[in-house]
């Protein structure tokens, strides 16, 4: 038998010099030079701006959008009514769909604030 084999295998994971932890101690630091200190920070400050620039960018899209989508429909409803009234002064038979609108607005059941009539509840077949 070879020596530089192992009866006992749950040992190799222990002693395997492939898992140790590298440190970084063990690597050589250079000392950086005061320019390539600015450089870093100069880095550092672009990297912020222009992550604040999209972020700016995108919430003006999100609020540009919000504003075109319901000024639209403000719009388009003022527009509407204009045409309503216009309606009313064109002639008699648009002035009588006008009232004829509102008695229905008047007459409509989800609007009533009465209660509900009484139920008998014993009701039976043999009858």
Do not use: W
């Not at 639209?72 to 609108?101: C, H, M, T, W, Y």
């Not at 009539?117 to 009701?123: A, S």
């Amino acid at each position: 038998m070879k020596s530089d084999i192992m009866p006992d295998q749950t040992q190799f994971m222990a002693e395997s010099p492939l898992y140790e932890e590298v440190g970084l101690d063990n690597a050589p630091e250079k000392p950086l030079s005061e320019l390539e200190i600015k450089k870093r920070q100069q880095k550092k400050v672009m990297r912020i701006i222009i992550g604040l620039v999209t972020f700016l960018l995108v919430i003006g899209g999100i609020f540009a959008f919000i504003k075109f989508r319901y000024g639209s429909e403000e719009e388009a409803s003022s527009e509407i009514e204009e045409v309503k009234l216009d309606e009313v002064i064109v002639g008699p038979f648009n002035q009588r769909l006008l009232e004829l609108e509102n008695e229905l607005e008047l007459a409509d059941p989800n609007q009533e604030e009465l209660p509900f009539p009484p139920i008998d509840f014993e009701i039976s077949l043999e009858k």
